[in-house]
Structures are given as C-alpha cells and as structure tokens.
C-alpha cells in the first residue's frame, strides 16, 4: 500500500482532484505551508512517493525520504527540487509530462495580443468612462499576423507556441539547445539565441529555471532586441533580471512586455513594472486551467504506478 506524501497550496482545485482519482488503497498524507516540520518529517519518513502541487521540496525533507522512490512535480518547472540532492540519493523527479503545455502556450499568446494592443490599458480606460485614448487609437497598436516570433525553449510548451502561430502566419524562430523536430514539423527555425533577439518582434520564454537560464535576459540581452520589440514571459521570473527590463522599457529600448511571473512571488505591489502603461501583468496563471488539472494528477498517478509496479517513470528531468 503505497505512501504519498502530498505538499499542497490551500488555493489549488488538484488536492480534491488527488483525493477522487487516487488508486484503491492508496495513503495521501497531506501537509501545507502550515504544516510542522515534525509533521513533515513524519510523513517523509514513510512516504513511498512525494507528490508536488504548488511548491518544492526542502533539502531536508529530502534527507529524510529514504524510502522515497519519485519526487513526482505537477508543474512543468522543477527549480523548487534540488536535483543534485535527489540525485545523491537516488530519487528521481520527474514533472507534469507537458500536462499543462497547452495553458501556457495559449496564455503566452494571450500576453502577445494583450500586450501589443494595450489591452490592458483599454479594459482600465473603458471601465473608468474613459473612451479611446491616443495610445490605443491604432497609430501604435500592432498585429501578431505576419511578425517574426521567437521562441526561447522548444519544449513540450515552446513547440505547442510555434504551432499555434501558425494561425498567425509568422515566421517562426526558436532557440534551444537541442533540435526540436516537432517546433521545426510546425515551420519554426532554429537559430542561436543572439540572432533570435535581434530578428524577432516577439521574444517568448518557455525554459525551466536553473544555472544556465538564470537571468538568462539581462542587459546585454536586452540591447539586442529590437525598439519595437515585445517581451512575454510565462516561465519563471528569475530567468529575466527584472532591473534590467524595467530598464530597457523606461530607456525605450523595447517597446514592452507581458509577464505571468516575477522574481519575487506574490509580487511586490512596489515594483515598478506594475505601474507601466506598456506591461501586462498576471499573478503565474499561465498552466492553470480547468482542463489542465485533470490531465495533471492523472499522469501523477499513472507515472507513480508505474514505478510501484517496478518501471521506469516518465518526463525525468535532470541536473544541467
């Protein structure tokens, strides 16, 4: 009978969900962030599997998962887990296997539209009483129909974006470091990451947080992308130094930006990328659907199953 050591945020639809779709016989062990580290520990002791909604595993709980088989992630991003850690000690991880790809994808060009026809800002005026301002009027509002999109990350998420913009018929460019035949399947092209920022009228991140990514848009970044040039995150904040866009957006170095996530989250309600007219903001909502969160804790179960019976899991994510 397996134990499940279940970390779940209080404000997520998938604990309810784990509840009705786990297996017969199956022991859910639940603890929150008001949770005891006693509490904790209890439940790592034991827990043949530690499910993931909502945030990480400390270094700690891991120290204390001896007979933990698979860390198994509900989210695409896995930077809340120290893999060096889980790898010392033989747990795997492994994340949602794209079961949230879609979301993400549509929201990515959710921020695209909003941000390059000032949504924002529309919605704002119009329910203030406030009719047309010159800044959406048209004379600097944009169409995605026919722009050159680059795509950083051609994963399961950045390749659901490139086949999406089909639609829009852009030309398609992604950055990643290995090919990505299914981006490619869509017309997008390979290109290194320099070449992308400099040619792309939207720049769109879809890379997991780690060394490598971390504040992977900086300065130098930034000054290669074009004047007229749109940025949109939906990955992690970190992978972005915030200081050096607002910069870049003040110095009118790019034209704008659509963020579903922030270096610091909840976000500070200081930050002064809150207060651009040329930022659309949202609170890290991109993966979450309600069609998503089925798919979500079905391949949790079925990929814990499957080690339970003696597989090998799927969608294992590595250290860089």
């Given amino acids: 009978m397996p134990e499940v050591l279940v970390f779940s945020g209080p404000a997520l639809p998938l604990l309810d969900m784990a509840n009705e779709m786990k297996p017969d016989n199956w022991n859910l062990h639940v603890r929150t962030a008001e949770s005891s580290p006693e509490e904790v520990a209890e439940a790592a002791e034991i827990a043949d599997f530690i499910l993931v909604f909502g945030h990480g595993v400390s270094d700690e709980t891991l120290r204390l998962a001896k007979k933990t088989k698979l860390v198994q992630l509900c989210s695409a991003g896995f930077d809340g887990v120290n893999l060096g850690l889980s790898g010392e000690m033989g747990i795997p991880v492994s994340n949602n296997g794209g079961a949230n790809a879609i979301p993400v994808a549509e929201?990515?060009?959710?921020?695209?539209?909003?941000?390059?026809?000032?949504?924002?800002?529309?919605?704002?005026?119009?329910?203030?009483?406030?009719?047309?301002?010159?800044?959406?009027?048209?004379?600097?509002?944009?169409?995605?129909?026919?722009?050159?999109?680059?795509?950083?990350?051609?994963?399961?998420?950045?390749?659901?974006?490139?086949?999406?913009?089909?639609?829009?018929?852009?030309?398609?460019?992604?950055?990643?470091?290995?090919?990505?035949?299914?981006?490619?399947?869509?017309?997008?092209?390979?290109?290194?990451?320099?070449?992308?920022?400099?040619?792309?009228?939207?720049?769109?991140?879809?890379?997991?947080?780690?060394?490598?990514?971390?504040?992977?848009?900086?300065?130098?970044?930034?000054?290669?992308?074009?004047?007229?040039?749109v940025l949109i995150n939906t990955c992690r904040g970190p992978v972005v130094d915030e200081l050096a866009l607002e910069q870049a957006l003040e110095d009118g170095e790019i034209w704008g930006a659509g963020l579903d996530v922030f270096e610091q989250e909840p976000v500070d309600p200081n930050n002064p990328l809150l207060k651009r007219d040329n930022v659309v903001v949202a609170p890290h909502i991109a993966g979450k659907s309600y069609e998503s969160y089925p798919r979500r804790v079905r391949f949790a179960f079925d990929n814990m199953m499957k080690v339970w019976e003696g597989g090998t899991p799927d969608s294992i994510v590595k250290p860089e």
């Fill in 107 to 229: 929201f990515a060009l959710t921020l695209m539209l909003s941000t390059i026809r000032h949504l924002g800002v529309a919605n704002m005026d119009t329910k203030a009483g406030d009719w047309m301002r010159p800044e959406v009027d048209g004379r600097d509002s944009h169409e995605l129909f026919g722009a050159t999109v680059g795509i950083v990350g051609a994963g399961k998420i950045g390749s659901n974006v490139a086949g999406m913009l089909r639609g829009f018929d852009t030309t398609t460019l992604y950055t990643d470091k290995v090919r990505s035949e299914r981006a490619e399947g869509f017309g997008a092209t390979r290109v290194e990451l320099d070449e992308l920022l400099e040619r792309s009228d939207i720049v769109t991140l879809h890379t997991p947080l780690d060394n490598s990514t971390h504040a992977l848009i900086s300065e130098r970044e930034l000054l290669l992308m074009k004047k007229s040039a």
